[in-house]
């Protein structure tokens, strides 16, 4: 689905966000989505995956480095012509029929782009009419309204919307939360095949790590604020590099007995974005932590095919097999604060 050798879709370069000058939201975040690319944003709550995604759909300015769609600096195509960007991308809300104005119908909220963007209306509605076949939408629900719909239906009725625009790349922050396993399963069928069948992108963001397992190509790793990892999505799985993302994928929960491991328990606190740790901002939490973590910041790097890192040692802390120890938390006078569960993500 993708070209190696194509300039990215998307690419953030040296990107930073602060509040207020002290809470690092951001900070020096360097990342690419090839075109036709399902990126995967994991990582505790308050790791910045919304600051992320709010900054690439244009809603919190950056406070240094770069966004370029396309090759073209993000804060000059909106400036240029803002329309035209929104076109180009657009979201899924994590929370579906709030995203819904309550006092229009479904018909109504489907139409809004159309007036917007000023589409040619007859071709909009052939268009309209044509998503709601494709995603299974009964054609009477354009009389409806939010509360009269069910939670998948609202979050078919968002790709609609999405759609009607035909965007290049789709930032979709938790499509499947609250869903049944079966609506999951289809829902995410379903943005699949949209992918295949229209060239679509997508930044997923999910506390799931079954569904980025299951529909992802690479996974990007946060933790306060910086990616510290980010890999194909089956080499993270297989084997992380980054202690934090080994902690991660040792609590996803697995069918196969054979492949089911112990979750890595972290001790001490998550440190404040106001007052982060020195050298590392994992070594404070991190079960190998060495004197170096402490006081050196670690420069991402590659270490291995399209695999690059923020560690001093990476690999030197792998998820173990459920029948095997646990490895001895950073502190071991302190309480263990968390596995970070996929709750927690």
Known sequence: MTDPAAPPLVSFEDVSVVFGGRVHALDHVDLTIARGEVLGLVGESGSGKTTLCRTLIGLTPLTAGW????????????????????????????DAVASLSPRLTIGRTLEEPIAIHSLP??????????????LGLPRDIVAKFPHQISGGQARRVG?????????????????????????????????MDLRRDLGLTYLLV??????????????????????????????LFDRPAHPYAAALVSTNPAIDPQRRRRPIVLGGEIPSVVDLPSGCRFHTRCPVAQARCAVDVPAEREVGPGRRVRCHFPFSLAPTAAADALPVTADATAAPSAVPSAASL
Request: cysteine-free; glycine content about 6%; aromatic content about 2%.
């Open 206 to 235: 999910s506390h799931n790590l079954n569904v980025i397992r299951r529909v992802t190509d690479r996974t990007a790793v946060m933790y306060l604020g910086q990616i510290v990892e980010t890999a194909p999505t089956r080499a």
């Open 159 to 191: 790709v609609a919307r999405a759609l009607m625009v035909e965007p290049d790349l789709i930032v979709a922050d938790e499509p499947t939360a609250g869903l049944d396993v079966s609506v999951q399963g289809e829902l995410l069928n379903l943005l």
């Open 121 to 134: 209306r007859e071709a909009a509605r052939r268009r309209l009419d044509g998503l709601l076949a494709r």
């Open 67 to 94: 966004i370029r769609i396309g090759g073209a600096p993000l804060i000059e195509t909106m400036a240029a012509d803002p329309l035209g960007f929104r076109r180009r991308v657009q979201m899924l809300l994590q």
